[in-house]
């Protein structure tokens, strides 16, 4: 929790001493953030949350006893971790968990790997509302929805509108879910091609203008690209995409790139 000291709370997860070492010495070299809690399993950082209530929590995914998809899964579904956002730390052998951490309330998946300014900026774009993803984790995705589906029980539309994100959650204008250009989007199987279509009835509720916004989401296109693509301005993007996770009860822009892949919008 943001103390009133301006700063970003940061928990980290990781059963590695270096790697937690490592992060945290990135994180606290900046004049806008500091870690407040460190964990080596997700036992140890759902109670760490409980007592600091961090702003932003980075997540290994593989620890001893509870995992990360475990610990994100109790820290976003308690309401007395509402400000707490999670991010997922993966590596290529870990995109399998990509659907589970979306399921399970994360707001970003990075590689372990990533650039330190990638990681500082990803922490302020999750801590603002938004969500984010590494470029080479969003194709993962798409290529697993388009060749094994995405099951209707697997997205949760039973959420009341009161759930649904506040406009104040998507004002930032910085670039999420990069690098999924139409080009890159793999072919659909033979298999996604024989599924008989299913649409959630909330895409029936999003107007024409929405439904291009949503596109352009899905493709990883930032509010300020997409208000130069359509032609409309900054305010009305961020307006556009407040009502549209408002609409399909949608957590984050990770969770809109899903629905608009299971409704065959791109």
């Not at 984790?137 to 009341?160: C, I, P, Y």
């Not at 879910?177 to 659909?188: E, N």
Request: hydrophobic share 40%; charged share 20%.
């Amino acid at each position: 929790m943001n103390n009133g000291d301006g700063l970003i709370s940061v928990g980290i997860a990781d059963d590695q001493d270096l790697v937690r070492a490592g992060f945290a010495m990135v994180i606290n070299s900046q004049p806008d953030m500091r870690v407040v809690c460190q964990a080596s399993n997700g036992e140890e950082i759902v109670s760490q949350c409980r007592r600091f209530h961090p702003d932003v929590v980075l997540m290994d995914v593989r620890m001893p006893g509870l995992d990360g998809i475990g610990a994100t899964t109790q820290i976003t579904a308690s309401d007395e971790h509402a400000s707490t956002h999670v991010i997922i730390l993966t590596t290529f052998d870990l995109d399998e968990y990509v659907m589970s951490a979306i399921n399970a309330g994360a707001s970003g998946f990075l590689l372990k790997d990533t650039e330190p300014e990638t990681l500082l900026s990803s922490i302020r774009t999750v801590y603002q509302g938004n969500a984010i993803i590494a470029p080479t984790a969003t194709k993962r995705l798409v290529e697993h929805m388009m060749e094994t589906g995405f099951a209707e029980d697997s997205w949760d539309n039973s959420q009341s509108p009161s759930s649904a994100p506040q406009p104040s959650m998507v004002q930032s204008g910085a670039s999420t879910l990069q690098g999924m250009d139409r080009a890159d989007a793999p072919a659909p199987s033979s298999a996604s091609k024989s599924r008989m279509p299913y649409q959630d009835r909330e895409l029936d509720e999003l107007t024409e203008r929405e439904r291009e916004v949503l596109i352009e989401i899905s493709h990883g296109l930032s509010n300020q690209e997409i208000a130069e693509k359509l032609f409309i301005s900054l305010p009305t993007v961020k307006t556009h995409v407040a009502h549209i996770l408002q609409k399909i009860h949608a957590r984050d822009r990770v969770q809109a790139v899903v629905f608009a892949y299971e409704n065959h919008l791109v």
